[in-house]
Structures are given as structure tokens and as C-alpha cells.
């Protein structure tokens, strides 16, 4: 089974600055799906970010970019420039691949807070 | 992409009550999944729901607390039986990634038992 953990419940940011999240995974699979997940207020679930383990190059999305160490199973998140829009929980999260219709392993969550 | 509608998006029930919750997703999906959020936590796999077969439940989740339906490719229900205030959560369906595919994910549901 697959265990994904999270060790910062919360952080803080000032707006404008960098703040980068952690996350580190437990699997024996060597093909699998990573994924970074924003969750505000609304409760709507909003990917922020995806990573195929096969890929060596680490995925950007605008401000929002990855580092991921396979053989570490890390794979952290850092946002860039942060904004007031940015608030919310952040979740880690991992699934395997396959043609279709993955589940998806949470990790406990980030809370970020960007202050003005 | 998927869109998933899922209803109601909030209900207040009274405890030894039964609620379900529906979700219409606008594509054809063989599976989906059904994840429990209790408050201030990470979302947790209930069970897996892949049309024409029995629901797949994950530790700690039994069929007869939340029995699930898949009647077709587009629709599913789960239901929270028999409910305590425990049972207080949200409730997401979603749709899972695939090889060339995000997750989509329902609104919520947010369940208060009283």
C-alpha cells in the first residue's frame, strides 16, 4: 500500500514570496502518477500540478513548480510569488497508472496562509 | 474532461437517519470513487464503484454503513446509513486520473449529524 506524508500542517507566506511544501511517499511502484491538489474554502478540489515519475524533468505550472527525487520519494512544491488567492489547504497526493480511473492517496495536508 | 454534479451539497440529518448522496458525471467512466473528508483532514478513500460489480470498500469502511449503487456508467449514489454525529464529514465523489486524463472531483457534500 501506498502512504503519503505531509509533515507541515501549516505555513505562512508573505505575499510576493516563496513558500515550498513538503511531501515524501512510501510505494514500490516505479511507474506512478504525483500530484498537488488546492483545496479553498469552497471545498472544490483544483489541481495545481502533476508529476510522471518516469520524467525526470520536473513539472512547472506558472508559479508553481516541483521538485521531485525519485530514489528520495520527495517530491515538494514551491510557490512562487505568492498571492492572496493562493490561501488553502494543499494536498499531496499519488496514484498508479493505469488506463483509467486511478484512486488517489492523500496526504494530510499543508495549510498556507499568504499575508498581505 | 469530466464534469460531476453531486447533491446535495450540504444537509443537516438527525442521528439514525440515512442520507444519500447522488453524483451525475457527463461522460461515460468505468470507475469512481467516493472519499470521506472529516473536518480539518485529509480526504480518505471510502470505496471504489466500477459499474456492474459490487463496490470495492477500504479498511475501515463496511457495506452496510455506506452501501453504494452504480447503476450505469454515468451515475453512482452512496449513502450514509444509520448516522452519529461521527459521521459528520464531506463527502466527495470524484472521478480518477488516468493515463491521459486529470481527477475530477463533485463539489461535496457537507454532512452535519445532530
Known amino acids: 500500500a501506498q502512504t503519503v506524508t505531509q509533515s507541515q500542517p501549516e505555513m505562512s507566506v508573505q505575499e510576493a514570496e516563496t513558500v515550498t511544501l513538503s511531501c515524501t511517499y512510501d510505494t514500490s511502484e516505479s511507474n506512478y502518477y504525483l500530484f498537488w491538489y488546492k483545496q479553498p474554502p469552497s471545498r472544490q478540489m483544483i489541481l495545481v500540478i502533476r508529476?510522471?515519475?518516469?520524467?525526470?524533468q520536473n513539472a512547472t505550472e506558472n508559479r508553481f513548480s516541483v521538485n521531485f527525487q525519485k530514489a528520495a520519494k520527495s517530491f515538494s512544491l514551491k510557490i512562487s510569488d505568492s498571492q492572496l488567492g493562493d490561501t488553502a489547504m494543499y494536498f499531496c497526493a499519488f496514484s498508479m497508472i493505469k488506463a483509467a480511473g486511478n484512486k488517489l492517496t492523500f496526504g494530510g495536508g499543508t495549510r498556507v496562509l499568504v499575508k498581505p | 474532461s469530466a464534469v460531476i454534479s453531486q447533491k446535495p451539497s450540504r444537509d443537516i440529518c438527525q442521528r439514525g437517519t440515512s442520507l444519500t448522496i447522488q453524483c451525475q458525471v457527463d461522460?461515460?467512466?468505468?470507475?469512481m470513487f467516493w472519499y470521506r473528508q472529516q473536518p480539518g483532514q485529509s480526504l480518505t478513500l471510502i470505496a471504489t464503484a466500477n459499474q456492474g460489480s459490487e463496490a470495492t470498500y477500504e479498511s475501515g469502511f463496511v457495506i452496510d454503513k455506506f452501501p453504494i449503487s452504480r447503476p450505469n456508467l454515468t451515475f453512482s449514489t452512496l449513502t450514509v446509513s444509520n448516522m452519529s454525529p461521527e459521521d459528520s464529514s464531506i463527502y466527495l465523489c470524484?472521478?480518477?486520473?488516468?493515463?491521459?486524463?486529470?481527477?475530477?472531483f463533485g463539489q461535496g457534500t457537507r454532512l452535519t449529524v445532530v
Open positions: 508529476q510522471e515519475a518516469y520524467k525526470q
Open positions: 461522460s461515460q467512466v468505468t470507475m
Open positions: 470524484s472521478v480518477g486520473p488516468g493515463q491521459n486524463t486529470e481527477a475530477f
